[in-house]
Nanobody
Framework: QLVESGGGLVQAGGSLRLSCAAS????????VGWFRQAPGAERDFVAAIRWGSRRTYYTDSVKGRFTISSENAANTVYLQMNSLKPEDTAIYFC???????????????WGQGTQVTVSS
C-alpha cells in the first residue's frame, strides 16, 4: 500500500514536499514514479526514481524546480516542489513499477493521491 501526503494550497512561487510512504518494502528493482492529474486531463508523468540506484528522471516542465529523492530506512519517496506555478495544480499520485516508464500502465500499485493547488 502507498500513502501520499504533503499536498495543500500554496501561492505561486512557493514550495511543497510530497511524501509517498510504502507499508511494505520497496525492492531494488522497483521504480517509484510521481504522476499528476488535473481535472479533465490524463494522468501525466512528473518524476521517477530507481529504488536501487537512485537514478532520477523528470519531465521537462519540472526540471530545475522539482527534486525526487528516497529514504530507504523509511520506505518513502519524496517530491520536493519549488517555484510552483498555477499549472502545477493537480492531484499527485505515486506509483510503483518494475521499470522506468511514463506510461501509467507500467505501474502496478498506486496511492490515493494528494491535492496540490497553486494560486496565482
Amino acid at each position: 500500500q502507498l500513502v501520499e501526503s504533503g499536498g495543500g494550497l500554496v501561492q505561486a512561487g512557493g514550495s511543497l514536499r510530497l511524501s509517498c510512504a510504502a507499508s511494505g518494502r520497496f525492492f531494488s528493482s522497483h521504480v517509484v514514479g510521481w504522476f499528476r492529474q488535473a481535472p479533465g486531463a490524463e494522468r501525466d508523468f512528473v518524476a521517477a526514481i530507481r529504488w536501487g540506484s537512485r537514478r532520477t528522471y523528470y519531465t521537462d516542465s519540472v526540471k530545475g524546480r522539482f527534486t525526487i529523492s528516497s529514504e530507504n530506512a523509511a520506505n518513502t519517496v519524496y517530491l520536493q516542489m519549488n517555484s510552483l506555478k498555477p499549472e502545477d495544480t493537480a492531484i499527485y499520485f505515486c506509483g510503483v513499477g518494475s521499470s522506468y516508464s511514463h506510461d501509467t500502465r507500467d505501474y502496478f500499485r498506486w496511492g490515493q493521491g494528494t491535492q496540490v493547488t497553486v494560486s496565482s
